[in-house]
């Protein structure tokens, strides 16, 4: 009924602007759109096509700020993306924001009669999904509440939300669930009604396609994915798809944010996915801490950083460097001798290896590690000192990612 409503509303707007018209929910994907007025551009034609007009599309408009407009504006052309400029009209209800309807205007000829005509179809549009926006907004909220318990740790709750979500058939029982972490840390204090909003868009993007393979919710400035499915998903394009998703994210909020991912590994059904949501939480400090990862982390890429990342923030500190290791930076002003052992220990000393990855000759670093024995008191050859050390150096990486 509503769809019928919000049609005939968009139909009637367009044939007496004589302009393509179309409306989009607030993370940009399509509800509905007028006949073509020969004024449709490609991206026009892709999200009719699509009923989405693609991530980096939904990106640049999210990155206008189109979400926290009160009143009509124009969006700037985008020849690379093949955009033409559009008036954008925010459809609100006592300031939710329900709509963004837009309508192709290239040379910016709408005039005022047609304004006015644009902010009364506004009106009636408001009144029509304010009605669906509540009862949507009822069923979206306690599914996000069932899958947050189902994630949480205590085994009552998630006992609980499981029975809840199956009886309301709200997730699908599959044999296979890969939880994603995405994090969001702004230090521009952008507001967090729109970091949620870039969030909400990205995940939607990934669910649209198949919504029986993916449920997620979002909360403040994370959102957390779960992939569902019969088998386990490809490692490497768990990845791309969240190195994807972060730079949309990252286009979209305005400031300089920074999103980080972090993957879990795959469990044997929702019942098990609280185990792949604290490894996906985990690797995100990973993923924001560690460069190496460029922003997204994997729990089974961590190796000896799992452990350590799950000390608390507050307790990472220089303490927890080992004395023999102080020891050696102190004295070590060049930091030749630290980064010679951790090229040591990184190839499990080999000596042949590590002399190659330092580019010195052998004997210079027979020289170096001799050095490193008599700072530390430490015997190289055996493995507890090397362990202790190793460890130290992980720890100095993360006191590092800290700052």
């Keep these: 009924m509503i769809d019928n409503e919000l049609q005939r509303i968009v139909d009637a707007l367009a044939e007496s602007l004589g302009r393509s018209v179309a409306i989009n929910d607030p993370t940009i994907h399509l509800l509905c759109a007028s006949r073509h007025f020969g004024d449709e551009d490609a991206v026009r034609v892709h999200a009719v096509l699509q009923r989405d007009a693609g991530s980096a599309v939904i990106g640049y408009l999210l990155a206008q700020g189109v979400t926290r407009w009160t009143e009509p504006g124009v969006i700037p052309a ?28 290239p040379d910016r000829s709408l005039t005022s009669d047609q304004m006015n005509r644009v902010q009364d179809a506004v009106a009636a549009m408001a009144a029509v999904l304010y009605r669906e926006f509540l009862v949507a907004d009822r069923h979206r909220a306690a599914r996000e509440t069932a899958l947050r318990k189902v994630l949480s740790g205590s085994e009552k709750q998630r006992k609980k939300a499981l029975e809840s979500l ?98 879990g590994d795959p469990c044997a059904g929702l ?23 460029e922003g997204v ?10 452990p350590l990342l799950q000390i608390p923030a507050k307790r990472l500190t220089p303490n927890l460097v080992p004395a023999p290791l102080r020891a050696l930076i102190a004295q070590d002003s060049h930091n030749r001798l630290v980064q010679t052992l951790a090229v040591y220990l ?31 008191g430490l015997d190289l050859t055996r493995g507890d000192d090397r362990l202790n050390l190793h460890v130290g150096l992980c720890v100095l990486t993360l006191l590092e990612g800290v700052k």
Excluded: N
Excluded at 274 to 291: D, N
């Design 78 to 105: 985008r020849p690379d993306l093949r955009l033409q400029a559009r008036l954008c009209a925010p459809v609100r209800w006592r300031g939710v924001l329900l709509a963004l309807l837009m309508v192709i205007d």
């Design 166 to 263: 199956k009886e309301g058939q709200r997730v699908r029982t599959v044999p296979s669930v890969t939880v994603s972490v995405f994090d969001v840390w702004d230090e521009a204090d952008t507001e967090t009604a729109q970091i949620e909003l870039a969030l909400r868009a990205s995940m939607e993007t990934l669910a649209r396609p198949d919504p029986a393979a993916a449920a997620y919710f979002v909360k403040d400035c994370r959102a957390v994915l779960l992939q569902l499915g019969d088998k386990e998903p490809a490692q490497d394009q768990l990845r791309r798809q969240a190195t994807a998703v972060a730079q949309q994210v990252q286009d979209a909020v305005v400031g300089g944010a920074r999103c980080v991912v972090g993957i």
């Design 271 to 293: 019942d098990q996915a609280w185990v792949s949501y604290e490894r996906a939480a985990i690797a995100t400090r990973a993923a924001r801490m560690l460069p190496g990862f």
């Design 297 to 306: 982390a994997q729990w089974a890429e961590l190796g000896a950083y799992a």
């Design 346 to 376: 990184d190839h499990a000393g080999s000596s042949p290896q590590a002399a190659a990855a330092l580019h010195i000759h052998r004997t210079s670093l027979y020289y170096r590690l001799r050095q490193i024995e008599e700072i530390t």
